[in-house]
């Protein structure tokens, strides 16, 4: 049974730091491509950072030089270090595969966990 849990979210001041973490369960982990999405309420949810299986990353523009991803393969966990916070990323993160897994029921998505970016 496929299982994504994220956690480390939380309140931050602008210019905070937080880091994220993702365990997963249920797939292959070390095969897959992953990445961090985020969501605001009434926006579509959008990939901000992705690692290939190589390591390999890329980033939005709007985090470049502030997020990290990262991944360990032995603990099946994915990271997102994220430096120099904004209002602008306050959301709900969730990580996925990158393209995020999708079964015949639709896609998968774990609860995620809430940055919040505030004075």
């Known amino acids: 049974q496929v299982q994504l849990v994220e956690s480390g979210g939380g309140l931050v001041q602008p210019g905070g730091s937080l880091r994220l973490s993702c365990a997963a369960s249920g797939i292959t982990f070390r095969l897959y491509p992953m990445g961090w999405y985020r969501q605001v309420p009434g926006k579509q949810r959008e990939l901000v950072a992705a690692?290939?299986?190589?390591?390999?990353?890329n980033y939005k523009d709007s985090v470049k030089g502030r997020f990290t991803i990262s991944r360990d393969n032995a603990k099946n966990t994915v990271y997102l270090q994220m430096n120099s916070l904004e209002p602008e990323d306050t959301a709900v993160y969730y990580c996925?595969?990158?393209?995020?897994?999708?079964?015949?029921?639709?896609?998968?998505w774990g609860q995620g966990t809430q940055v919040t970016v505030a004075s």
């Open positions: 690692i290939t299986s190589g390591g390999s990353t």
């Open positions: 996925n595969r990158d393209p995020p897994l999708s079964f015949v029921s639709g896609q998968y």
